[in-house]
């Protein structure tokens, strides 16, 4: 049973990194402590679970044979400070909107911090963000209508 679920996990992260480096050009990732993150948390068992490395090992392999950018950026400050104004806003984990107080913007949390990463990466590479990039947002298997970019978009 252990092995079904492994293989069907694997399948997941398979497809997945696949569909990544098919349809972007650029991918910008968090560079996380996954093993920190496992070992450290109160829910390191479903962290672990998400097998968050194997995926970021898949898609870096995957991107790099098919020409594709993968960039690690920092984690530190992705879900608190503004994408559009940069100002730290701070909030507890179980605020699930940012509400920046300085500029007025607001959006799910998780869209600020996929914007953060993705401009991140962008400078990482010595490219100006755009002023606003479609993000993947929410679980995949229910809206996986925006897919995270750098420009280009070949669906």
Request: glycine share 6%; proline share 3%.
């Amino acid at each position: 049973m252990h092995e079904r679920v492994r293989n069907q996990r694997f399948d997941f992260l398979h497809k997945l990194s696949h569909r990544y480096v098919n349809n972007q050009e650029f991918i910008a990732v968090e560079d996380l402590d996954v093993k920190e993150l496992v070992e450290k948390t109160y829910n390191g068992k479903n962290r672990a679970d998400a097998a968050w490395a194997k995926f970021i090992f898949m898609l870096t392999y995957k991107a790099e044979r098919a020409g594709r950018w993968v960039v690690k950026v920092e984690s530190r400050g992705t879900t608190k400070r503004c994408s559009e104004c940069g100002e730290m806003v701070e909030k507890p984990l179980w605020v699930r909107t940012h509400s920046c107080p300085h500029c007025g913007l607001k959006l799910d949390r998780d869209l600020n911090a996929a914007l953060n990463i993705l401009q991140d990466g962008l400078r990482k590479v010595g490219r100006e963000p755009t002023e606003f990039t479609p993000v993947e947002i929410g679980h995949l298997p229910e809206r996986a209508s925006l897919i995270a970019e750098a420009g280009i978009c070949r669906f």
